[in-house]
């Protein structure tokens, strides 16, 4: 019996108009432009500015995109999932919002929070249903409005994040192409290193919470970055090493874009040169769950059928993993 394997039949992104520079930054905190370049290789992220405006926007824009360019009516899609650590609300699910925008009356949707490594739960799980022939048309939304628990009073953090995110089509094939393989990984003792203090059950909000900042992003930077370095180039290394490829069979490492010397590393790992490397930190920053899919979508026209991609991430949790992809089709 032949393989059924899901292959993204196409891809698209979206961030806003607002662009937030280093040297903005240097106005709000002390910080420079050198110095966050030269840590993190970030120079821009953008922001997503207006009253009422959430992750949902985010969403519905890149999939409208999708949906136009893959000729796909949206009443075709059977489900829809959004990885996102920044919902519109606790409930209903921003990937609800999502469908209904769109206009996907006949999709079952839910999110999926995995914080960074959250677009690449999303990935693996939507393969599944399409790998057993439940479902034809499964979208996959990675999108974050990280400016939304951010404190643009701590320079550590505030340099690293922006807002935006991307999204993709999972259909059936049975040609050698699509998701190949998959690792998964997560290590919940590294809560303790990067979280939200307060705003969850464990510590709902109040009076006490808003006035200690603690709705935001708290970060131990030195043992985040250990962890990230170490998990996601092993991680990388594993899934070539299962899957029989070294670094000549790799075209593209598509990393998440948390930190320029976390990606450098990796490569380094897998034996990649930089050529080989989807980056756009410089421009984005870290979206969370929207970094692999902007790369994806910035580097499209790139990609030709067959193309070996090998999808890493970190994130809070922690979690971590990677997925050995092969590209599904040529450039427009």
Not at 122 to 137: C, H, L, N, P, R
Not at 257 to 285: C, F, P, S, W
Request: glycine share 10%.
């Amino acid at each position: 019996m032949t393989k059924i394997r899901a292959k993204i039949s196409g891809v698209n992104g979206w961030v806003p108009d607002y662009v937030l520079t280093n040297k903005e930054l240097e106005t709000i905190v002390d910080t420079t432009d050198e110095w966050i370049t030269s840590r993190t290789g970030i120079k821009e992220r953008r922001i997503l500015k207006g009253e009422g405006q959430g992750t949902s926007v985010l969403g519905i824009q890149a999939v409208k995109g999708l949906l136009e360019k893959t000729n796909t009516d949206p009443s075709e899609i059977d489900l829809l999932i959004c990885a996102t650590t920044t919902p519109d609300m606790m409930f209903p699910a921003t990937a609800n919002i999502i469908a209904d925008a769109i206009g996907a009356t006949n999709a079952f949707s839910y999110d999926l929070q995995a914080a960074c490594s959250g677009f690449i739960y999303a990935v693996v799980t939507g393969s599944q249903f399409i790998e057993t022939g439940k479902y034809k048309k499964v979208v996959v939304v990675g999108a974050d409005k990280m400016s939304s628990i951010i404190d643009y009073n701590e320079r550590t953090t505030c340099i690293i994040f922006g807002d935006g995110g991307g999204a993709i089509l999972l259909e059936p094939t049975e040609e050698n192409v699509g998701v190949m393989d998959s690792i998964l990984r997560s290590d919940g003792s590294g809560a303790q290193h990067l979280h939200m203090k307060a705003g969850g059950s464990r510590k709902p909000a109040s009076h006490e919470t808003i006035d200690n900042r603690e709705h935001y992003v708290y970060q131990e930077g030195s043992a985040v970055f250990k962890f990230a370095v170490t998990n996601m180039a092993d991680v990388s290394a594993e899934i070539m090493a299962k899957n029989n490829l070294d670094g000549d069979d790799v075209t593209w490492l598509v990393p998440h874009q948390a930190n320029k010397r976390i990606i450098d590393a990796t490569a380094r790992r897998m034996e990649i040169g930089e050529d080989k490397v989807m980056l756009n930190i410089h421009k984005y920053g870290n979206t969370t769950s929207g970094t692999i899919p902007l790369c994806l979508w910035d580097y499209e026209n790139q990609l030709k059928k067959g193309d070996n991609l090998i999808l890493a991430a970190f994130g809070g949790g922690f979690t971590w993993g990677a997925i050995y992809l092969k590209w599904a089709y040529d450039p427009s």
